[in-house]
């Protein structure tokens, strides 16, 4: 028996002793601002897909001001997403904290910094801002690396959820070298195939990155969330190699021009995908708590657009049509914008108002009647939120398939009203933590 | 060593479960005895050692959780020195809810 022994008296609100099996979580501010920055990506993000919305039904993926707002997206809401929420659940799922806080807080503002500056450098057409961005993109995902993820490498007790974390971290790093190989070309130094850049890149930065760390680390926290359990757990073991062998050869695929490698690499991925939507559905069908918050709703529509997204990828891989930007940009919006904005949205509903709950409430435990974390929300505004948001990506990606600018500007003007929702439910959650 | 008959024992350890049903799970709105992290109270005399677990190690709520323990069982008029032994094994899992 593994035992921590606190003598008493200790007094209330002290910090934990230096005992094996005390992790210490971050302070607040550590994932709070992250997720406020994202939440303001979030914010620039919705308001420029409406901006961009004539470019997405007239399919011109590669617009400047299209890559602008994606970028926004990946990197300012789910990148930064994901680095708060890592802070914040690395503890948790993994039993280690983050080495240097004051390293995780240069960490953030570097990101910050890059993000606008890439963002600014695809407004404006401007490469050099891109490649000032990048280096600054890149030299934090090196100080995350060696801050946090390094510490991935022997997690007690789940040591899959460390590989999961450290593999979606290489697929990172791969994203953003070949983030490096379009700036090199449009400085002109060399040149790549473009579309094959482009779905690489995606996928790398989609898949690879954001949706390995999801499965990962979701698979301990999903769980706990929804006090689920009895469900096979096999499909965790499988759907990580195998999607990373699928990301691979789609990639290589890609580059050397195979398209039936392309082909058996995207399904691969595609049957990956599809293990880990079994392994989440059992979390869902097995949990004992069967009411769904906002927050958790948001996670299991994600996972519904997740479905069907791999459903759309595996057909357009079946029945290729050659370049059909239109398409490409519809399945790219329904991963990004039914995928992983609203995964990053629920994970957000879950732990802002559970921070704000220990800030406020913490040191008051056992003293009398306390409020609990769902007292901390609205879940009226949560549930319009996930409404309005649905309602937009179920209009964006077919108007943008079929090529209707209205609908296109109409479904991100609904997109873009859920997200306001949520930045006002999170605001009344800051004001909480921040206005006593 | 404890100096209790039995039914007095059995009582002491009811009103010890009655006071850490105050500490709560703020995320699942749940105490921590309905929630299976309880696993022994032991007694001797009147000092309490109270043997459980956590949902998880690196719970955020580590900190608030023992604090309370500690507050609700100092709040017991008999109770004299209380100490936490925090385990780790056998792991918590949801199967341990009892509600």
Known sequence: MTATTLPTPRLPGAPLPNLPGAVHPPPFRLPGEHFIAALLWLGVGA??????????????????????????????????????????LFPVAMGRAVRSVRTAHVTFWLLQAGIALIVAGFWFSRAPLQGLGWTAVALAAGLFGVNLISRSLRTQPDPIVGRYVMAGYVAFLATLGLGSLRIGEVLGYWHVDRLAMIASHFHL???????????????????????????????????????????SAFVLG????????IL??????????GLYLVLAAGYFRRRLRRALDPGLAHV?????????????????????????????????????????????????????PFLTWLHLFGQKMGEGPLPVVADLTRPSWGWASLACLVTGVLVIVPAVAVGSAAAVTAGAAAFALGVALVLAQAGRVLSLRYGR | MTTTSAPDERARRDALLRQLRRVIDP??????????????LELDGNDVTVVMTLTTAGCPMQ?????????????????????????????????????
């Not at chain 1, 997403?81 to 890592?86: N, P």
């Not at chain 1, 890609?254 to 398209?259: A, C, G, I, N, V």
């Not at chain 2, 608030?64 to 209380?82: E, K, M, N």
């Open chain 1, 47 to 88: 308001a420029g897909l409406v901006v961009v919305a004539s470019q997405l039904a007239a399919g011109n993926i590669f617009d400047p001001r299209v890559f602008a707002v994606t970028h926004c997206i990946t990197l300012g809401v789910i990148t930064t997403g994901i680095f708060g929420a890592l802070y914040q």
């Open chain 1, 205 to 247: 930065a989609a898949l690879g990155f954001a949706t390995c760390i999801a499965v990962g680390v979701g698979s301990r926290m999903l769980p706990m969330f929804l006090v689920s359990h009895g469900f096979p757990r096999w499909p965790l073991r499988w759907a990580g190699p195998l999607g990373g062998a699928g990301l």
């Open chain 1, 254 to 261: 890609q580059f050397s021009r195979l398209p039936l490698l």
């Open chain 1, 264 to 273: 058996a690499g995207g399904l691969v991925m595609g049957l990956a995908t």
């Open chain 1, 300 to 352: 299991a529509v994600a996972h519904v657009a997740l479905g069907v997204a791999v459903v759309t990828g595996a057909l357009m891989l079946l029945a290729p049509t050659g370049f059909a930007p239109s398409r490409w940009a519809a399945y790219g919006l329904l991963v990004l914008l039914g995928w992983l904005v609203p995964l990053i949205v629920g994970v957000q509903y879950k732990i802002l």
């Open chain 2, 27 to 40: 995320e699942l709105g749940i105490n921590i005895v309905d929630l299976g992290l309880i696993y022994d």
């Open chain 2, 63 to 99: 900190a608030p959780i023992l604090d309370g323990v500690h507050r609700v069982l100092a709040s017991v008029p008999w109770v004299g020195a209380t100490t936490v032994r925090l385990v780790w094994e056998p792991r918590w899992t949801p199967a341990r809810i009892h509600r």
